[in-house]
């Protein structure tokens, strides 16, 4: 199979450069012309596939995906010498003389490849194999230096190429033949409910029967009697009234016969009609539904781009892609999975001297399972690094302001850990334009619960730290329990809904000023929905009781108080829109059979602002030292030896309220340090006579300056730049080609802690 996939390549390569040629860009013929060359070695199998190779083959395909997505721009100056540079590298691979012929690369080897040095062996390129190995055939590998990615070939099937777009208009119609379903079941209750009127009806005219028969009885011996005129035409009378009466009653049998057979039919064809939605949504569920490899497919290259430059050697395996989820789903998973595979090797995955001294493999390991879970999916992302520190994670919540310390103080070290999902909590030692905003894991939250998923973490140090991920199957449609408070109804999600209760008023607590219920022996915290909504409460006791129902999601459990609980069925998800989408605690809506919208509650988003409601209802009380702080214009110093430079970050910070002074090299930054009070100093790093590294460590060394945020902005984009950067004690690094003005100033503002007066 190895030999198959290089003939494909290989045919992709030509292909490509056929097309450029057409075309008339030269510039990617050459590329593929040099390309195929590899190719061709490779397919002889007299090339020894080294990292440098690979590192190689990546670059290339970097380039010409950079290329095809600029084709209109064409080439810069720098472009063109980088290109010229790569044909010429790719032209310099040779075949060698110890030759690795592909068959000869075992599967899963059982014992150490032979490579020409240490050094290769140290940088060795990920083998991919394609069948899975055992517990037996993996254990002797858990040292090797080699990252393994285990791969499953899919059958080939015979395809039609249609356009996504009308897929997915053909399941949006598909959808809302759900909205027809249900109201042929509710026309079907509503006769059945005739139908039961009807048999009230005989019911009481069975026990009137024998009263009409006494009438009628009395009529006929009245009729042989002799009696005057006006007796006479009152009897004639009662007999028209007895006359009615059994033809309506024959009347009503009839139509009594007819709503039977009606409901009959109705329910027959509700039935049917239930029968063949489910199949063609089914049907076209499987249409839509893509593997996960679909989105999987990518993660080697990203972890191996990531270990890379970051001096880290990563193993990655992947189990369980072949399991099919909603591919609106896959897509927007995208970006979150890749901030936690960022997050595992950034934050996780130690460098490989220390994991040495800690005695682990020096290669790291992040593992990728899915999983079914009752008609949902669980998404597994777990790492072997150094964990998340509880204390970290409590350092930065003080440094964010999230919570207080006495609130901090109040948490375990596992609801501790809870708190990284919270927007501008960082646990990492130095902002830069990839990490240190505290946003990732925040984004990643945010993204999954749109979906109507749920996120938690698991850590132990040096273990390693797991994401479980929930997701439902598709987008589209869902089982829901409709709700009422404050006199408008809602739907809430049933795989939110842990159970549904009736508790006395009595039965309710206080503890710690807030209300809780005793559900299993265990308390659990009461919030009223119409209170977290921001509507009018109506709640009430309904025969004594009180109806609660306990929700669960990314690790909180709360119960909330409704007006009444009325029943669960599937409900059709719509968007609301652009316009809408950061209305805070509604997901969605859905339209009943009756033409009534009723909204979709966010589950995970409502427990938020409920834990917001009753943790933080007592603000951190501000100290005097701290409003003398907020009173004043926060100051700042610029220190770059460009008069440009110094003047434009000089410029912004102004605009934004600051006040600044600037510093033309190190040197006099240092003495203006000394004699001034500063909140935080801008530095560049290449600078005559003090650098910024040495500036900063500078100030780390001097008792009453140690504390004072540096943030260092710099055309220095390489990691070791950053990491001399943490060592020196920088709090930020912002490289100059990825500036942002925002991203500046959101910084500034967390580093200082105040907002500009």
Request: charged content about 30%; overall charge negative; aromatic content about 4%.
């Given at each position: 199979e190895e030999t198959e996939r290089v003939e494909i390549i290989f045919r992709e390569a030509?292909?490509?450069?056929?097309?450029?040629?057409?075309?008339?860009?030269?510039?990617?013929?050459?590329?593929?012309?040099?390309?195929?060359?590899?190719?061709?070695?490779?397919?002889?199998?007299?090339?020894?596939?080294?990292?440098?190779?690979?590192?190689?083959?990546?670059?290339?395909?970097?380039?010409?995906?950079?290329?095809?997505?600029?084709?209109?721009?064409?080439?810069?100056?720098?472009?063109?010498?980088?290109?010229?540079?790569?044909?010429?590298?790719?032209?310099?691979?040779?075949?060698?003389?110890?030759?690795?012929?592909?068959?000869?690369?075992?599967?899963?080897?059982?014992?150490?490849?032979?490579?020409?040095?240490?050094?290769?062996q140290a940088k060795e390129e990920p083998i991919i194999s394609f069948q899975e190995p055992s517990a037996d055939e993996i254990a002797p590998m858990q040292n090797e230096l080699k990252p393994q990615v285990y791969l499953k070939a899919v059958p080939t099937e015979e395809t039609l190429r249609v356009p996504s777009s009308r897929l997915a208009e053909l399941l949006l119609q598909s959808e809302v033949l759900l909205s027809a379903n249900q109201s042929a079941i509710r026309l079907t209750g509503d006769v059945k409910r005739v139908k039961n009127t009807y048999a009230k009806w005989k019911k009481e005219r069975t026990l009137v029967l024998p009263a009409i028969q006494e009438v009628r009885n009395c009529i006929q011996d009245k009729s042989k009697l002799k009696v005057s005129p006006e007796e006479m035409e009152n009897t004639h009378a009662l007999n028209k009234i007895m006359d009615f009466l059994d033809w309506n009653s024959e009347f009503i049998q009839s139509t009594e016969v007819a709503i039977n057979a009606l409901y009959k039919s109705a329910e027959r064809d509700s039935q049917a009609l239930d029968g063949m939605i489910d199949a063609l949504m089914d049907g076209m569920k499987k249409v839509t539904l893509f593997p996960f490899s679909y989105l999987l497919e990518m993660m080697p290259k990203v972890v191996r781009d990531l270990a890379k430059d970051g001096g880290r050697q990563v193993v990655l395996e992947i189990k369980g892609d072949d399991i099919e989820i909603d591919r609106r789903i896959l897509e927007e998973l995208r970006e979150p999975m890749i901030h936690l595979i960022r997050n595992c090797v950034d934050h996780g995955i130690e460098k490989p001297e220390v994991r040495e001294k800690k005695g682990k493999p020096i290669s790291g390991k992040i593992a990728i399972e899915v999983l079914p879970k009752d008609h949902k999916v669980e998404l597994i992302i777990a790492d072997d690094g150094a964990g998340i520190a509880a204390e970290s994670v409590r350092e930065a919540m003080l440094k964010s302001g999230t919570l207080s310390t006495e609130q901090i103080a109040s948490l375990s070290d596992r609801e501790l850990i809870s708190y990284v999902f919270f927007s501008g909590v960082s646990t990492s030692p130095i902002i830069t334009e990839i990490s240190g905003r505290g946003l990732g894991l925040s984004i990643v939250q945010e993204k999954v619960e749109k979906l109507g998923g749920s996120i938690t973490v698991e850590t132990k140090a040096e273990i390693g730290t797991k994401f479980h991920i929930v997701l439902p199957l598709t987008i589209a449609n869902f089982r829901g329990i409709f709700v009422t408070a404050g006199n408008q109804e809602f739907v809430l999600p049933t795989m939110y809904v842990e159970r549904v209760v009736r508790v006395r008023s009595s039965e309710i607590r206080l503890i710690e000023n807030r209300e809780v219920i005793i559900l299993d022996n265990s308390p659990i915290s009461l919030v009223r929905l119409s209170a977290v909504l921001g509507i009018t409460e109506t709640a009430k006791q309904q025969e004594g009781y009180l109806q609660l129902l306990v929700l669960t999601a990314t690790g909180i459990r709360i119960a909330f108080l409704v007006d009444s609980i009325h029943y669960e069925q599937e409900v059709l998800f719509k968007m609301l829109g652009p316009q809408l989408t950061q209305v805070r605690n509604i997901s969605g809506a859905t339209v009943l059979p009756s033409g009534q919208t009723v909204l979709i509650l966010s589950v995970p988003n409502l427990l938020k602002s409920a834990v917001q409601a009753s943790v933080l209802q007592n603000p951190l009380q501000t100290s005097e030292e701290s409003v003398k702080t907020m009173e004043r214009k926060a100051s700042v110093l610029v220190v770059d030896d460009s008069i440009t430079t110094r003047t434009f970050l000089k410029n912004i910070m102004e605009t934004a309220g600051y006040f600044v002074q600037t510093a033309t090299n190190g040197i006099e930054a240092l003495s203006k340090v000394k004699a001034n009070a500063y909140d935080i100093v801008l530095s560049d790093v290449n600078m005559p006579g003090m650098t910024g590294f040495d500036l900063t460590e500078k100030i780390r060394q001097n008792r009453n300056t140690k504390s004072l945020p540096v943030i260092l902005i710099t055309t220095l984009a390489s990691r070791e730049d950053q990491e001399r950067g943490i060592d020196v004690g920088a709090n930020a690094y912002i490289v100059k080609s990825a500036f942002d003005q925002s991203n500046l100033l959101d910084v500034v503002k967390r580093l200082i802690g105040t907002e500009v007066q």
């Open positions: 030509h292909s490509l450069k056929g097309a450029a040629r057409a075309v008339n860009l030269t510039d990617m013929e050459m590329v593929c012309q040099a390309l195929e060359s590899i190719f061709s070695l490779m397919k002889k199998k007299t090339l020894l596939l080294t990292t440098d190779v690979f590192d190689l083959l990546q670059e290339t395909v970097d380039f010409l995906a950079q290329r095809l997505a600029n084709l209109e721009q064409g080439l810069t100056t720098d472009e063109h010498i980088f290109e010229k540079e790569l044909i010429g590298r790719i032209e310099r691979v040779k075949p060698t003389a110890e030759s690795t012929r592909l068959n000869e690369i075992e599967t899963i080897p059982q014992a150490p490849v032979e490579h020409v040095d240490e050094a290769v």
